[in-house]
């Protein structure tokens, strides 16, 4: 399943966000999308599920504009994690990862219970939850809190997913774990993962393919160690870079502030 995005543009209040950006997404890929706070990543993110319909140029899947899909339809293909999310009160985690399987009922009646339960086991088990399924949300730490998030969008089986900064606000244990976790979905179901990202070494480790925004448009994409150079990340983020090989022979980013 294939997600392309051609001459997307928006504004909000007179003011351009993006202007012209046309990406196609590899199926089966995880992509990261990088770039200065404001760049309009997020904005992007939403553009991409139909979270924000006001803007120019077209979003398709395979083909088929996705203002054209049926609402329903459209979130069984495509799921997003956003950064702010708000805990329902008294809600367990078995609770809040059944509701990924909205999409998949009319009139909130399963069509198909046993599928149902075979989805929310495995979102469970898959960001290791299952021993904590019948605990309260709220009551949870801030990494197990954001895997339950993960697991309510894997429930909803999509065949791609989009994550508005993922590890936000957690240690850089958990922010690990919940990279790891996204990582093995993506390899054994196939799932295509769109990400926002702000950690350039995540970003690195991964992903396996980036999309650069800067001024509005694309500044940069292609595989990940090809485009997050030393001299790509000075331009964007307008600081100086160091890329060193780490004691497991990986390359690793290293930021530093510019000096004057």
């Given at each position: 399943m294939i997600l392309s995005a051609e001459n997307i543009g928006f504004e909000i209040n007179g003011k351009q966000i993006l202007n012209n950006v046309s990406y196609t997404f590899s199926a089966g890929k995880r992509t990261g999308i990088i770039g200065q706070n404001g760049a309009?990543?997020?904005?992007?993110?939403?553009?991409?599920?139909?979270?924000?319909?006001?803007?120019?140029?077209?979003?398709?899947?395979?083909?088929?504009?996705?203002?054209?899909?049926?609402r329903s339809r459209l979130a069984q293909m495509i799921a997003i994690l956003p950064q702010e999310k708000e805990v329902p009160a008294d809600v367990t985690v078995s609770q809040l990862?059944?509701?990924?399987?909205?999409?998949?009922?009319?009139?909130?009646?399963?069509?198909?219970?046993?599928?149902d339960r075979e989805a929310i086991e495995w979102a469970l088990n898959v960001?290791?939850?299952?021993?904590?399924?019948?605990?309260?949300?709220?009551?949870?730490s801030g990494g197990e809190?954001?895997?339950?998030?993960?697991?309510?969008?894997?429930?909803?089986r999509p065949q791609i997913?989009?994550?508005?900064?993922?590890?936000?606000?957690?240690?850089?244990?958990?922010q690990l774990e919940v990279m790891k976790i996204i990582s093995e979905v993506n390899r054994t179901c196939g799932m295509t993962i769109i990400m926002v990202l702000h950690d350039l070494n995540h970003a690195r480790i991964f992903t396996d393919?980036?999309?650069?925004?800067?001024?509005?448009?694309?500044f940069a994409s292609g595989l990940s160690r090809e485009?997050?150079?030393?001299?790509?990340?000075?331009?964007?983020?307008?600081?100086?870079?160091?890329?060193?090989?780490?004691?497991?022979?990986?390359?690793?980013?290293?930021?530093?502030?510019?000096?004057?």
């Open positions: 309009g990543k997020s904005t992007l993110l939403k553009i991409l599920c139909l979270l924000t319909k006001k803007f120019t140029g077209t979003v398709s899947i395979d083909g088929e504009d996705i203002k054209t899909i049926n990862t059944s509701y990924g399987r909205f999409p998949h009922r009319s009139l909130f009646k399963s069509s198909n219970p046993k599928e960001t290791q939850l299952s021993e904590l399924a019948d605990r309260q949300v709220s009551t949870l809190r954001q895997r339950t998030w993960l697991s309510m969008v894997l429930a909803q997913l989009l994550l508005d900064e993922p590890t936000t606000y957690l240690d850089i244990r958990h393919e980036v999309v650069i925004i800067k001024d509005r448009q694309i485009v997050l150079t030393k001299e790509s990340i000075e331009k964007v983020f307008d600081i100086e870079a160091d890329i060193f090989t780490n004691a497991k022979g990986e390359s690793m980013i290293m930021p530093m502030p510019k000096i004057t």
